[in-house]
């Protein structure tokens, strides 16, 4: 039965090769850097709420290296974001593929102008612009930007990807050819169960330790109480430099027989937040752990992951000694395995529901004293035993108790909508002015208010502790110069501040002219230009901020230059 199994896995490697040779063309991309590819993440890596789009490219902690096209075609997309991208070029090549590159600093010159006088043009810092063919044409191997950190990057790095122009589906670029060295199989370090009876989240998971030889790791024999379980598989893969990557595809068998699999080869963006279902969503919120489910949850929908007809729930009929098998591969074909044995024990009393539970595939509306909170079809992976309730909130701005969800370490895939009737009668400018604050532990996500006759309303796709907030408090930003002071440095900064919520708006007007100010995370930069020469005198800046409730705050700030 074993070297059964073990040809059968060799046959499918074989034909999967075979396939990917068939599919995406084999270098025909070049290195979209001039020093060697190194990883510092891969494609469909764990990330909070989404899959790792791309290869990051490590710029050996250094900005401003050069960015080239990886293979002829055209720009025909750029964007200007605070988080997310940064600043991106898209490029679309004749064979039917998009490159995106991001985090950039500059790009090439008569872009970089093209975007600058758009952005004075719209007087609008942030940009999403599309280009015809003709505009901006690119050959293999031209410099297009300098690399940088900018947008929601932790680290100088080039995030890369390849796209389907059609579809706009991500694929895995490390299935195109490149040539980045890599010798080292996935690493295995944690294997654990559920009890598939009610749902992973409940009671969650039971694990054991694994110990390795080689590539093959095993762990004892585990002893179930459950007859319907699942599995999931905490490891990473990683290349040659030795940063710690993603799973690129996972097999798991019992008694020689596949009975799940799952291969990230192309995600869409509309999907990557299907992750939660992909992932022990609890362990990885609460305790930075990345374990991969071997088994589909029943609001997981994500499209070309896993096999069809393979769910991962294993349905044990017999209390006999049962053969598991877990084979990790990366897209070099570097493998490990994992063998263990599974036995029913004495089965454990069903998880009972309660009458909040929320299933997936089945919308509900769960409701508290003064807070309805509506759930769609697709809001959850799993059955959740939700628990809704109100407490006193101290906050003397606060329109309502504190709204209990739950809690942050159960996801949710659609936005659900959370109404509160407030707790005392509010004014027209109160009303006005009012936001709802869900804090999740991590951040808090603060939402202008939709009045729905007596009841606030918005809308969140995170779980935590909510309250409705009157906030008459103005944003403000802070110059990093005296009043006055002879500026020397190459910039301006601004640092933003709210007491509640975020800047939503920011102008500034340099002498009566709109100022091209950047948005990094809380901050604003401009760097100098001609708007503003060396020797110009002095200058009166005036900046105008508003907050997520609306209120707008005027300052008038002075310098020379």
């Given at each position: 039965m074993k070297i059964f199994s073990k040809l059968v896995l060799i046959i499918c490697f074989i034909n999967n090769i075979i396939t990917y040779a068939?599919?995406?063309?084999?270098?025909?991309?070049?290195?979209?850097?001039?020093?060697?590819?190194?990883?510092?993440?891969?494609?469909?890596?764990?990330?909070?709420?989404?899959?790792?789009?791309?290869?990051?490219?490590?710029?050996?902690?250094?900005?401003?290296?050069?960015?080239?096209?990886?293979?002829?075609?055209?720009?025909?997309?750029?964007?200007v974001e605070r988080y997310g991208f940064g600043n991106a070029v898209y490029i679309t090549h004749p064979n039917g593929y998009t490159t995106v590159y991001a985090h950039l600093n500059r790009y090439f010159s008569k872009l970089d102008e093209y975007v600058k006088e758009r952005q004075y043009k719209d007087e609008k810092w942030e940009q999403d612009i599309t280009f015809q063919p003709g505009q901006f044409?690119?050959?293999?191997?031209?410099?297009?930007?300098?690399?940088?950190?900018?947008?929601?990057?932790?680290?100088?790095h080039l995030h890369f990807e390849i796209r389907d122009t059609k579809t706009e589906e991500c694929l895995n670029p490390l299935l195109f050819g490149f040539t980045i060295p890599d010798t080292i199989a996935p690493i295995i370090s944690g294997l654990y169960w559920y009890d598939r009876r009610f749902s992973t989240y409940e009671p969650g998971a039971d694990g054991t330790a694994v110990k390795k030889a080689g590539n093959v790791y095993t762990a004892n024999l585990i002893q179930v109480n459950s007859p319907e379980i699942s599995f999931g598989i905490k490891a990473v893969d990683k290349a040659n430099q030795g940063f710690n990557l993603g799973i690129y595809n996972a097999d798991l068998l019992m008694d020689g027989k596949l009975i799940y699999s799952f291969k990230i080869d192309k995600i869409h963006y509309d999907d990557t937040r299907y992750i939660n279902g992909c992932i022990d969503y609890p362990k990885f919120i609460r305790d930075k752990m990345g374990i991969q489910h071997l088994s589909d949850l029943p609001g997981m929908k994500l499209q070309n992951y896993s096999l069809p007809n393979l769910t991962g729930i294993i349905n044990l009929q017999d209390e006999q000694i049962h053969n598991i098998e877990i084979v990790l591969k990366d897209t070099k074909g570097n493998t490990s395995r994992l063998t263990t044995k599974i036995q029913l024990s004495k089965t454990s009393e069903k998880i009972p529901s309660t009458a909040k539970t929320i299933?997936?595939?089945?919308?509900?509306?769960?409701?508290?004293?003064?807070?309805?909170?509506?759930?769609?079809?697709?809001?959850?992976?799993?059955?959740?035993?939700?628990?809704?309730?109100?407490?006193?909130?101290?906050?003397?701005?606060?329109?309502?108790?504190?709204?209990v969800l739950q809690n942050p370490y159960i996801p949710v895939q659609d936005e659900y909508t959370l109404k509160i009737k407030p707790n005392r009668k509010l004014t027209s400018a109160e009303k006005d002015k009012a936001v709802i604050l869900l804090d999740y532990g991590s951040d808090k996500t603060v939402v202008k208010v939709k009045w729905n006759?007596?009841?606030?309303?918005?809308?969140?796709?995170?779980?935590?502790?909510?309250?409705?907030?009157?906030?008459?408090?103005?944003?403000?930003?802070?110059?990093?110069?005296?009043?006055?002071?002879?500026?020397?440095?190459?910039?301006?900064?601004?640092?933003?501040?709210?007491n509640v919520g975020d800047i939503i708006s920011f102008r500034a007007e340099l002498d009566g002219k709109w100022l091209r100010f950047a948005r990094v995370k809380d901050n604003f930069v401009y760097a100098f230009d001609e708007k503003c020469l060396k020797g110009s005198g002095a200058h009166t800046l005036k900046v105008t901020t508003i907050n997520t409730a609306g209120n707008t705050n005027t300052q008038t700030f002075t310098f020379r230059r």
């Open positions: 068939q599919n995406y063309p084999q270098n025909y991309f070049r290195n979209p850097l001039n020093i060697p590819m190194q990883l510092a993440a891969n494609f469909g890596a764990i990330r909070t709420n989404h899959f790792h789009m791309g290869l990051d490219l490590r710029t050996n902690s250094q900005e401003n290296l050069p960015v080239i096209a990886t293979a002829e075609g055209y720009v025909s997309r750029i964007k044409p690119v050959e293999k191997g031209q410099q297009i930007a300098l690399s940088g950190n900018t947008g929601g990057s932790a680290g100088p299933m997936a595939n089945e919308g509900k509306t769960v409701t508290t004293e003064s807070a309805e909170i509506s759930f769609s079809k697709n809001a959850v992976y799993d059955a959740v035993n939700f628990n809704a309730y109100e407490k006193p909130d101290t906050n003397p701005n606060a329109a309502s108790n504190a709204i006759g007596d009841w606030a309303e918005g809308k969140f796709n995170r779980l935590g502790t909510a309250k409705l907030l009157t906030d008459n408090s103005l944003p403000s930003v802070s110059a990093g110069w005296a009043e006055g002071a002879l500026v020397n440095s190459s910039s301006l900064l601004l640092k933003g501040a709210t």
